[in-house]
């Protein structure tokens, strides 16, 4: 285990971000918010998937008006009380005025101090922000885009590197305003009146590269929680491999808080995409154990058949249909291994390290396949019964391990 870099520790109603607290995982919805049905039912989605947090576009007065309602349909209908971040962009300093249910309803708001005004304005509508903030006792979140920076600040510090004898790139520049509007931004509502305690930062570009150096600067220059994630990585493989990597890195580093997958959704698919890549992230690295682990023979040539797959598939939906229940009826039982290799290769010596391992049989070896339980042979299978009865191992192993 590697050492996480310790921060202030800021209260999200009931979650506690920061202060070497676990690392939160959160989302955010891409419903219309006025559509208080459609929202709800989304957040209690994602929350079902593993979101401890969700935030939501907060960008008219309907769906300020919303808010309230999103809440209590939530709480009414699943007994879910999970922190709800509004998203404000260009007007929330009259939302947050206006509409004061909505203000105290939101568990933390999100200030992009690049969409807040220009010049005089700006300081003024982030004031306005910040006062709800002190007023109805909210975190924040001082969220910096490269897509949305600060324009001010951005061509002061381009001017300031022309005059330099040996100016740095745009890049750089870019990237120091994104870490300085972020911690101006920061320092400015402490002297509104908000506590530190009250902050958390992030800093997002979609580079991969640039989003690393980007934080690690960030986090040598505060002790404010941080919120971790690439602002857009991508559709498919590309944005969980640019999410992974990213994250992984950072997170190895002891930087990051709390974090995002923002993945483009294809039409129609389900927005718990990003909840699952962020579990499996986080698990992946040993920092937050969420479900079983199941490990899979990759195939070759020695496992034309397509048996050990099906296996996987079966073995993988059992598991995940239970979860909920099994979580609840068996503590730790997120913990389990699960083996399913393809030959003699490497099956009986991976079935050995996990819990439950099977080693099936490969291409022209005999058809019996050897299960391990606790790395000890305990059973040989073979036959039409072989699922059900690695099934019911399963089911008898994690009764027996997990029961309180």
Known sequence: MFERKKTLAVKVANIYIGGLNPIVIQSMTNTDTSDVKSTANQIIELYKAGSSIVRVTVNNEAAAISIPKIVEYIRNTENIDIPIVGDFHYNGHILLTKYSDMA??????????????????????????????????KPVRIGVNWGSIDQDLLLRLMDENKRKTKPQDSNFVLKEALIESALSSALMAI???????????????SKVNDLIDVYEKLASRCDYPLHIGLTEAGMGTKGIVNSSMALAILLKQGIGDTIR??????????????????????????????????????????????????????????????QTSWSKKYPGFEELKVAIMGCIVNGPGESKHADIGISLPG??????????????????????????????????????????
């Open 191 to 205: 002297k509104i009146g908000l506590e530190p305690n009250k902050i958390i930062l992030s800093t997002k570009i």
């Open 104 to 137: 105290k309803a939101l568990a933390k708001y999100r200030i992009n101090p690049g969409n807040v005004g220009r010049l005089d304005r700006h300081d003024e509508n982030f004031k306005q922000m910040i006062d709800a903030a002190i007023k109805y006792d």
């Open 261 to 322: 997958v923002s993945l483009t959704p294809k039409p129609d698919e389900s927005r718990t995409k990003e909840v699952e890549v962020a579990r499996h992230i986080l698990q992946g690295l040993n920092l937050k154990v969420t479900q079983p682990d199941i490990v899979a023979c990759p195939g070759c040539g020695r496992t034309t058949s397509t048996y050990f797959q099906e296996l996987t598939q079966v073995v993988t939906k059992y598991i995940n249909t239970n």
């Open 363 to 404: 291409t022209f070896e005999e058809p019996k396949a050897p299960v391990y339980v606790d790395g000890k042979h305990v059973k040989t299978l073979s036959g039409d019964n072989l699922t059900q009865e690695f099934l019911e191992i399963i089911d008898k192993y994690v009764s027996t391990k997990y029961q309180k």
